[in-house]
Structure formats: C-alpha cells, structure tokens
C-alpha cells in the first residue's frame, strides 16, 4: 500500500464502520483493507480507472467538484501535489461537514503535508498532528464553524490570451497547468502559422484548451478532440471552448487509453513533471503509441523543452521530424505519417 495509506490504516479506529469521504485517494487497497463506508472523489482519471473495479459508481466520482456525499462521519484528503489544489478541495469538503466531524489531511514530508496547519487552520482552531511515519504525516482537524457554500466562480479564473492573430479568453482553476497564464511553450507552438491538414484533430493534453481553441478558430475545417486525465482541466477546456464560441469533444483519457479513431493532426504540449527528477513516461508512451491514432499524412506536432530526447522518439515510430520553431528553451517538432 502507499505510504499514505499505510499511516491512515495505523489510525484505523477512527475510520472503522465509519461513513468516510476520501479525497484524491490513490490506487491501492485501502479501501478493501480498511473497512470503512467509503465514499471517494478524484479528478485524476487513471485513478478513477484503477479503482473503478473495486467501488461502485456510488462510491466512487470523477469530476471537477464534489458529490454532495451527505452524513459524513469523517473526511480525509490526501494532499494534493499542487497547494492550491488542496485548497480548492478543501472547500468543497468542509460544507459537507457537521460542526465537528473530523476532518484530516495525510500526505508526504517532501509532497508538501508540512503546510497542513495552516490549510487546517481555517476550518477549525488548533490542528494537531496526529502521527508521523513512512515519510507521511496524518493531520486533524475538528470543524467548530459551519463552512461557507461552495462557489465554483469564485475559484475559476478568465484570462485573456492575446495572440497575433486572435485573442482566446481561457478560464483555469486551481492547480490546471499554467493557472493563469499562457505557457511559454504553447505561445511558441502558436506562433507556428501553416495550417494543419483539414478534418478531425487531437489536443493531447489539452489543460485549459487553449491550443485547441485557439487552432481551430485558424483552421475552420478542423475540428478538435480534447483529451485529459484531470477532471479540472477537462471543465476548463470546455468552458474556454464555449467562451470563444469553438465546438469541439472534450473527454477524459489516461495517455491515449480512451482515444479512438485516426485523426488528421495531433497537437500537444506533453506533460513533463519537473522535481527531483524529470519525468517524461507519459510523453514518452503518448509518442510511442500516437502513430494508431494518426491517419495516413497525418502530423503530429507538439512543443517540448528542447533538451528532451524526443525527436530520436518521434522518428522511429512517425517519420523524419522537423524543427518548425524553436528558442533557447523550446522546440516545435512537426511530423507527418507514411501515406
Ligand atoms: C504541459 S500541460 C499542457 C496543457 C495545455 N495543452 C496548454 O498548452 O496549456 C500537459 C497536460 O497534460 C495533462 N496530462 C498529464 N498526464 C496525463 C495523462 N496521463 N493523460 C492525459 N493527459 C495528461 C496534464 O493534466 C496537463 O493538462
């Protein structure tokens, strides 16, 4: 089990025969070892995949909000990566609480789970910090205050991207990749102006959706896919999508697990995780199957930071790979499929 987890189980009599909600739980077996009613939230869709065998639709959401879980006896969030995800989150999860109810945050020394007090803070007095193992803390909160109604407009953000040719009003919330702002790496991807081919086109990755809104409004007989595995993102994309008045799909995909058909383009800015190390797998397994999901002279195109070893990637599974924009930083790769 993760660490996570495994302190949590160390606590188990405060959760045992309890009607539990559990906020971005990770994929284990807490939920069957520990034998609690559980009611959980994610809005990581490979999450969501990976337990969705073991909890039933009832139990289990994937979505931007909160269900409205009702006679919670206690809520637990695991610590979000992002702080002002867990912030986002709790105040979604505190509403649902009676004054009293118990509500605790566990999470990892190096992911961030030192600044529980002062997350806690605003929902009752004095946190404390029930237990410390396995690189893990496990805090408490008593709400002694009815929290205020959720409202998500006060969270999401409407940001005005001006580019040379047009201007996309994005919306972002908390934690939704460059909350707030155009990317460096997706301005350069816009700054490429040929056209891409005509008919169906995948944004992977697609964040806030900008890439998409902002390429089909150039490309009027493309029409986008947009794809992500964060549920936030996904309501994001569709409400920029709407803003700008661009019809496009928009659904959830771990990688390209739910991606089907062939498609004339695929855009992306690939997820690449910085931190104690890089981390590339879900690029590297998005190029390395993107190829079924292209149709003949299809083409790929995605910026990417220019140290990354892509192209050698791009080249044995698609085609020769050409440099359409870089700078000191980023690389616009392009390739197109066999005919
Ligand atoms: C670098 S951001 C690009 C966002 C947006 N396209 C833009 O240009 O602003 C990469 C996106 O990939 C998404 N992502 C991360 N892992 C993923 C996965 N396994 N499957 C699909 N999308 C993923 C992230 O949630 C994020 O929105």
Redesign the pocket.
Known sequence: MDNTSQILERSAEAFTGKRVLLVNPVVDSLCSTLSADWYLWTWDF?VLRGLAASLDSDHLAFSHLCPAYSDLDAAILVMPKAIERAEYALAQIAPLLAMGTPLYLVGEKKGGITRAERLLEGYGARPEKLDSARHCQLWRVQLDRQAPAFDLGAWARRVRVELPDQTVEMVTLPG???HGRL?EG?ELLLEETASLPRGKAL??????G??ATALARRNPDTRFDL????AL?LYCAQETLRLNAVDAEVYP???LSDVHGRFAAVV?????HTGIRHDTS?AEGFLNQVTRNLLPKGELRIVANGFLKYPALIESHIGPCQVLRETNRFKVYSAVAPG
Do not use: M, T
């Open positions: 490979a939704v990749f460059s990317d997706s944004d992977f990755g697609c964040g806030a900008v890439l794809v992500d595995v964060d993102a995909s771990d990688g992306s800015n690939p997820p690449f879900v």
